[in-house]
Structure formats: structure tokens, C-alpha cells
């Protein structure tokens, strides 16, 4: 049986073997890391992981939900599908990169504020796919920019809130308080292993909390195909 996906029904064990199957994709090891750092560190985290480590989780009371209904798989990210499309056909989409390192390979759109990072294997697959808000610097006087072409297949955009996630993708396989650059977040994690090894597998996605009467908003997407 699947976690129910809330912060309060994900037990240690659970996340680290989260962890582990993250490990060859980069840009997803952060988030997922501090998620685990802050779960660990919660006492009833470990008795509820000592309790439960002889069978499944089980949902709490009034929250059950049937995995098999109201979600959606993820094929592509920015026009690109993890595990398919060479690095070739990004910069062919998107001309030259503004810079190739240990973050990938990198686009900026200075008028939306966003940056494109993708990871490739050692053929020049991509292995991975991360859309970002980005703080630039820029000179650029730009009109009101429309709908960007860096969304997900199913319309996600940086700048959504986070109940569009929820009703596009439904409940995710781990949620919880996660930070990137001091900013405290929330990640949204959902493995795509239901719908079969050629898809891409795992998909995080980073929003800003609720609070003050101010939905969450998504700030990071990242697709990943599957690990070899």
C-alpha cells in the first residue's frame, strides 16, 4: 500500500529510501535531504519508524485515499523528456547556453526571471530537467512576458499555486518542509514508477509555504528519468 503522502505519515525509513533512489540526480538530492534532516530529528519520527518498520504504513484516520485515482504522470519538462531527448535538441530549442559546469547546462530568461538547468548522462541523454525562479540581474526592460514554453506537459508553471499541483498530479508520494538558499520551502515528491520504467520516474516540486492568508506558489520543477 502507498504512503498517504502527508508530512505526518512519512516515517525515516521511508524517506531514506527516497533518498537513495534520488541519489544520481543532483538537483533533487538537496530538497529531499534537508526534508530528511527535519523529519529525523522529530523524536515521534523515530517511534513511528520503530513501530512500522515490520510492515506498511498506514494512512491516519480520515485521510485514506485511492492511489489509483485522480493522478497523472509527467512526461516532459520544458518541451523535453528525461531519458529521450539528447541535450542536442535543448540547444537547438533554446540556442546557446549561458553556462556549462557542476549545474548543468543552463538557460535564463531575463524577462521571466527563470532558469533552465539540465543534467545529461555520459551520451548526452538527458538525465534531467530543473526549471527555476531565479533572482537575475538584468538590464532588460521587458514588457509583461506571457506563458513561457518552460512548463510541464500537463501546464505547470513557475509562479502556480501549489493546489494547481495538487489538482493536476493529486496527492504526492512525500510532502514536506524542505529549504533551498535559507528559504524555507515545502517539496511535493511524486515517483511515477506506477506508470511503467519508460517514463520518467520522479518529479519534485518546490513551493513556497502557505501562510498569511497567501497560497503556496511554485518556485522549482524538476523531472528525472530513471536510474540506470
Known amino acids: 500500500m502507498r504512503s498517504s503522502g502527508t508530512a ?6 521511508g524517506v531514506v529510501a527516497t533518498i537513495v533512489a ?12 534537508a526534508f530528511a534532516q527535519n523529519r529525523a530529528s522529530d523524536p515521534t519520527e523515530v517511534k513511528r519508524a520503530s513501530s512500522q ?3 506498511p504504513a498506514s ?3 480520515g485521510s485514506a485515499r485511492d492511489d489509483s485515482a485522480g493522478r497523472n504522470d509527467e512526461l516532459t519538462l520544458a518541451g523535453l523528456r528525461p531519458g529521450r531527448d539528447a541535450l542536442t535538441k535543448a540547444e537547438h530549442l533554446f540556442s546557446k547556453p549561458v553556462s556549462r559546469g557542476d549545474s548543468g547546462t543552463v538557460w ?19 538525465a534531467q530537467v530543473t526549471v527555476a525562479e531565479a533572482a537575475l540581474d538584468t538590464k532588460h526592460e521587458c514588457a509583461s512576458p506571457g506563458p513561457g514554453s518552460w ?19 493529486g496527492q504526492p508520494g512525500t510532502r514536506g518542509p524542505s529549504t533551498k538558499g535559507g528559504q524555507q520551502l515545502e517539496l511535493f515528491y511524486y515517483a511515477f514508477d506506477w506508470a511503467g520504467p519508460d517514463v520518467p520516474q520522479v518529479m519534485t516540486v518546490l513551493c513556497t509555504p502557505e501562510g498569511d492568508g497567501k497560497p503556496g506558489r511554485v518556485v522549482e520543477i524538476t523531472l528525472a528519468a530513471p536510474s540506470l
Open 8 to 13: 505526518s505519515g512519512i516515517s525515516t525509513l
Open 22 to 33: 534520488l541519489m544520481a540526480f543532483p538537483a533533487l538530492s538537496h530538497g529531499v535531504a
Open 53 to 55: 518498520a515490520s510492515g
Open 59 to 61: 494512512a491516519p484516520a
Open 108 to 126: 535564463r530568461d531575463e524577462c521571466r526571471h527563470q532558469a533552465l538547468s539540465i543534467f545529461t548522462d555520459s551520451e548526452g541523454m538527458i
Open 151 to 169: 512548463i510541464t506537459g500537463h501546464g505547470l508553471a513557475i509562479g502556480d499555486s501549489s493546489a494547481r499541483v495538487l489538482a493536476l498530479y
